[in-house]
């Protein structure tokens, strides 16, 4: 079933679990992502971007269909808003149903930050709606990787209690978009930000973090953890060999068939390596 941001994710983080949230670009993504939870028995975060709203040119449409397939789901599931900027997208995707948002200020000064989450933690508050933020900008959104930002745990605290959000995403080592698993994280860093912070933390960029740094990780303190550009990998990959093969080939649904089956057996594989059971 479709359920709330806090349900999964608070429990998750009393638990010492991880919390798998995997990007939905296509209604394949959505399908592929539930199986794989279904297959180990965990709850699962399923994120739409902005920028995947930009590709559709609306976000009803994905956001819809997303919906649907977590309430057909036998696992807890979770559609969340991933690093919106826009205002009006946070308010369209409450209105829809979405359980859980990301409102992304982090490129503005801190103040500035501060201020605007403020209001959107309370709107969000106001219908029921789990929000993340972020401090410490992530990078590599651009394209360009840039493990180098760090967020500093007193300016972390001093944010979470200004804002009253949910949950917080900070900048440990990673960085948006990695196509190769060789991310080195700041563990201690980690360490210090789960002491100083009330709320769940959240690891952007986790594509770049191989398997055994990403169970540290949640050991160390990290709840959510957002794989997008991983999965993309092994989707596509499996596209690329079925169309090699098959020259002749055009029916969509046998290579994306395929590749939809194989992120499913990689969400059910990561959500082991994420402690989210
Ligand atoms: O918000 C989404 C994530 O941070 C995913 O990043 O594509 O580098 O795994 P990634
Ligand atoms: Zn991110």
């Known amino acids: 079933p479709l359920v709330s941001g806090a349900e999964v994710v608070l429990a998750a983080a009393k638990a010492g679990r991880g919390v798998g949230a995997f990007n939905v670009i296509q209604l394949e993504h959505a399908t592929a992502l539930i199986a794989g939870a279904e297959q180990v028995g965990a709850p699962v975060i399923l994120q739409i971007s902005e920028n995947a709203v930009k590709y559709h040119g609306a976000l009803k449409p994905i956001g819809l269909g997303t919906l649907a397939a977590a309430a057909a789901a036998t696992v807890p599931v979770v559609v969340h808003l991933d690093h919106a900027m826009d205002r009006d997208l946070v308010t369209e995707a409450v209105a829809l149903g979405f359980t859980s948002v990301m409102y992304d200020a982090s490129k503005l000064e801190y103040a500035d930050n501060v201020a605007?989450?403020?209001?959107?933690?309370?709107?969000?508050?106001?219908?029921?709606?789990?929000?993340?933020?972020?401090?410490?900008?992530?990078?590599?959104?651009?394209?360009?990787?840039?493990?180098?930002?760090?967020?500093?745990?007193?300016?972390?605290?001093?944010?979470?209690?200004?804002?009253?959000?949910?949950?917080?995403?900070?900048?440990?080592?990673?960085?948006?978009?990695?196509?190769?698993?060789?991310?080195?994280?700041?563990?201690?860093?980690?360490?210090?930000?789960?002491?100083?912070?009330?709320?769940?933390?959240?690891?952007?960029?986790?594509?770049?973090?191989?398997?055994?740094?990403?169970?540290?990780?949640?050991?160390a303190g990290m709840t959510k953890v957002n794989i997008a550009t991983h999965l993309n990998n092994v989707f596509t990959a499996v596209v690329r060999e079925v169309l090699a093969e098959n020259p002749k080939l055009v029916d969509t649904r046998k290579y994306l068939g395929p590749a939809r089956d194989a992120v499913a057996t990689e969400v059910a594989r990561l959500l082991g390596v994420l402690r989210a059971t």
């Open 116 to 219: 605007a989450t403020t209001e959107v933690v309370a709107y969000c508050h106001d219908h029921g709606v789990f929000v993340e933020a972020e401090i410490g900008e992530v990078g590599g959104k651009d394209g360009v990787h840039a493990p180098g930002a760090r967020t500093r745990p007193d300016e972390a605290l001093a944010f979470a209690e200004a804002t009253g959000v949910d949950a917080l995403a900070v900048a440990v080592g990673s960085s948006h978009a990695m196509t190769e698993r060789t991310a080195t994280l700041d563990f201690e860093l980690i360490t210090q930000l789960r002491e100083a912070v009330p709320v769940p933390l959240v690891l952007h960029g986790s594509s770049g973090v191989a398997d055994p740094d990403l169970t540290r990780a949640v050991e």
